[in-house]
């Protein structure tokens, strides 16, 4: 694993940075939560869920696994001390690589359950008869997704290394 890349010191934010991006997770957590909620309780309401809802589900619980994790990444880096604050508001492009990097998190995140999910998918609808969605697979679902969003970070990452050592490999073959 290149430390470099897990090196939290390179990241560069300004104090209201921060401040901003927890009122972003914060917000996305709570509309994400609040969905999955309204969700789970109008699933008794019918027999069958929609390919629509279903999708909806995987990508709110994906923003939620996502905000919790780079929030969470977020708050121990500032109680660790690892962050060096920048002292001023000058713009800088590591400045705004390292915002940019926080806020499309959870957006990577959803992309990445929809993925999953037609994945998952795929393998269900080719393994039965196909028919309708049952309510119950609310609960199926969401964990996907929240899973997806916790960890495509991690996959992003692995998606790379192995692109990259992919790469290397075929121009050290010729």
């Known amino acids: ?31 994400a939560t609040l969905f999955l909620l309204s969700k789970i309780l109008t699933s008794t309401e019918s027999t069958a869920m929609t390919q629509f809802d279903a999708i909806a589900c995987v990508i709110s619980a994906s923003i939620c696994g996502a905000t919790i994790f780079y929030s969470r990444k977020l708050y121990k880096a500032s109680i ?35 993925v999953v999910y037609a994945l998952w998918r795929a393998s269900v609808h080719a393994s039965t008869e196909g028919g309708g969605t049952p309510r119950e697979f609310i609960f199926v679902v969401i964990p996907i997704g929240f899973f997806a969003g916790f ?16 790469l290397i490999g075929k121009q050290d073959q010729k």
């Open 1 to 31: 694993m290149d430390k470099q890349k897990h090196d939290l010191s390179l990241m560069r934010l300004h104090v209201g940075d921060v401040i901003g991006l927890f009122i972003y997770y914060l917000i996305l957590l709570i509309a």
């Open 151 to 166: 960890s495509a970070g991690r996959l992003i990452e692995q998606f790379e290394d192995k692109s990259v050592s992919d």
């Open 80 to 114: 660790n001390n690892s962050y060096e604050f920048l002292p001023n508001n000058e713009i800088s492009p590591s400045r705004i690589g390292t915002i940019f990097f926080f806020i499309l998190r959870p957006i990577f995140g959803a992309v990445f359950s929809m």
